[in-house]
């Protein structure tokens, strides 16, 4: 009975799971993760935006949170709204041709992320958007800024062997 109950489920859930727009939704945040590299790399990208992009990196790498992460749900929403208002900022403040040429997925999944993130930031206040903007900014200078960590056979990153 209970064995009959999970086979259904499961093949339920990947009846689900190749369904084409859920594959194309929860390939949007490794899609996105793929984006920040191009553009960061991107000379068309202006220096503020590629700024925020490493400051978003360094606060998602970061223990620190504004929402501790061992709070079940909240946790991790605090870090879901970060990224989405940075990716507003970011879809705002970069040539759409950009955009669509370093984006690996389809158009109207972008157009998706796009609209959410829009929409979020419509209802954050503009003065939150600001100093979450600008402190990411300062982040990625500061981490701009470090010189190369040496290497476990001390070489500096980056820097290859004579």
Same mark, same amino acid.
């Given at each position: 009975?209970?064995?009959?109950?999970?086979?259904?489920? =499961?093949?339920?859930?990947?009846?689900? !799971?190749?369904?084409? *727009?859920?594959?194309?939704?929860?390939?949007?945040?490794?899609?996105?993760?793929?984006?920040?590299? +191009?553009?960061?790399?991107?000379?068309?990208? /202006?220096?503020?935006? +590629?700024?925020? !992009?490493?400051?978003?990196?360094?606060?998602?790498?970061?223990? *620190?949170?504004?929402?501790?992460? &061992?709070?079940?749900?909240?946790?991790?929403?605090?870090?879901?709204?970060?990224?989405?208002? &940075?990716?507003?900022?970011?879809?705002?403040?970069?040539?759409? @041709?950009?955009?669509?040429?370093? *984006? =690996?997925?389809?158009? $109207?999944?972008?157009?998706?992320?796009?609209?959410?993130?829009?929409?979020?930031?419509? *209802?954050? /206040?503009?003065?939150? +958007?600001? @100093?979450?903007?600008?402190?990411?900014? =300062?982040?990625?200078?500061?981490? @701009?800024?470090?010189?190369?960590?040496?290497?476990?056979?001390?070489?500096?990153?980056?820097? $290859?062997? @004579?």
């Amino acid at each position: 009975m209970v064995e009959s109950r999970i086979s259904r489920l =499961a093949a339920g859930l990947r009846r689900v !799971l190749q369904t084409p *727009w859920v594959k194309e939704t929860l390939l949007t945040l490794p899609r996105v993760a793929l984006l920040v590299p +191009k553009l960061m790399t991107d000379d068309r990208v /202006p220096a503020r935006t +590629k700024l925020a !992009l490493a400051g978003l990196a360094v606060y998602l790498v970061s223990p *620190w949170d504004i929402i501790p992460d &061992f709070i079940p749900g909240l946790g991790q929403l605090d870090d879901a709204i970060v990224l989405l208002l &940075f990716v507003d900022g970011v879809l705002n403040r970069v040539d759409d @041709a950009v955009l669509l040429e370093h *984006w =690996a997925g389809e158009v $109207k999944t972008l157009r998706r992320v796009q609209e959410l993130s829009r929409t979020l930031a419509r *209802w954050t /206040p503009d003065a939150l +958007k600001t @100093a979450l903007f600008g402190q990411a900014v =300062a982040a990625g200078e500061r981490s @701009a800024a470090q010189p190369p960590q040496p290497s476990q056979d001390g070489e500096s990153a980056g820097q $290859k062997p @004579a």
